[in-house]
C-alpha cells in the first residue's frame, strides 16, 4: 500500500505549490548542510568576533568610512583639548587642509 499526501494549494498562498500545514521556505534562506566558514576581511579575520560596529560591506562608503568616522571624532577631540592643528594632522599621517576639513564638516 502506497500513502498519497495531499497536494492541494490553499487560496492565499504564494504562487508556487506546497504541502498543505507547511511553511513556504524563505526565498533569502541559505541551503542546508551547507559548510560556511567564516573568513572575514582585511580588517578583521572573523566577522562574528569583528570589533567593527557594522559590517564594512554593509555601510556605504566601506572600511574607509568607518575607520574615518572614529578619526575625525578623535580629531575633533583632540583640537577641544587645544592641541595644534599641525601636531594632529603629523599624528593622524594627513595633511593640514585634512584636519580644518573635518573640523569645519564638524559644525
Known sequence: MVA???FRVEQDSRPELRL????APRRDALPEHTSYADTGCDI?????TCPLVRCRYDEPGGARRLLSDERDRTILELRREGRPISAIASRFGVSRRTVFRVLAHSR
Open 4 to 6: 498519497v499526501r495531499d
Open 44 to 48: 578583521h579575520d572573523s566577522c562574528l
Open 20 to 23: 498543505l500545514g507547511e511553511r
